[in-house]
């Protein structure tokens, strides 16, 4: 399995911005696909957004469409997600996940590797 390491998780108030890093052990096709997850107390986890690294492919979780980006730096294989005009809403823990395929897909359950999550908490 692909050993991954979130950072960046922080107290910000609303409408701020803040970029977390997911820094992966292993930068092959067993973390071909990169993604964000997040999970609020007493909710599901959910699919945040993924890239593809073989070619940057992207999937966007519809609340998050066009406030956060995910990239990728292949010379440090690290997946990046930048988060601006924060909401309350965002808070969450927010888990960094790896699998292999070519599909950017939105399931949990397809995810082979996680992180241990990093805590995002929005003031209002």
């Known amino acids: 399995q692909v050993q991954l390491v979130e950072s960046g998780g922080r107290l910000v108030r609303a409408g701020g911005s803040l970029r977390l890093s997911c820094a992966a052990s292993?930068?092959?096709?067993?973390?071909?696909?990169m993604a964000w997850f997040r999970q609020a107390p007493g909710k599901e986890r959910e699919f945040v957004a993924g890239?593809?690294?073989?070619?940057?492919?992207?999937n966007y979780a519809d609340s998050v469409k066009g406030r956060f980006t995910i990239n990728r730096d292949n010379a440090k294989n690290t997946v990046y997600l930048q988060m601006n005009s924060l909401k309350p809403e965002d808070t969450a823990v927010y888990y960094c996940?790896?699998?292999?395929?070519?599909?950017?897909?939105?399931?949990?359950?397809?995810?082979?590797?996680w992180g241990q999550g990093t805590q995002v908490t929005v003031s209002s």
């Open positions: 996940a790896a699998t292999t395929g070519m599909v950017v897909t939105s399931r949990p359950s397809v995810y082979r590797s």
């Open positions: 292993e930068w092959t096709f067993s973390s071909n696909i």
């Open positions: 890239i593809r690294r073989s070619d940057s492919s992207l």
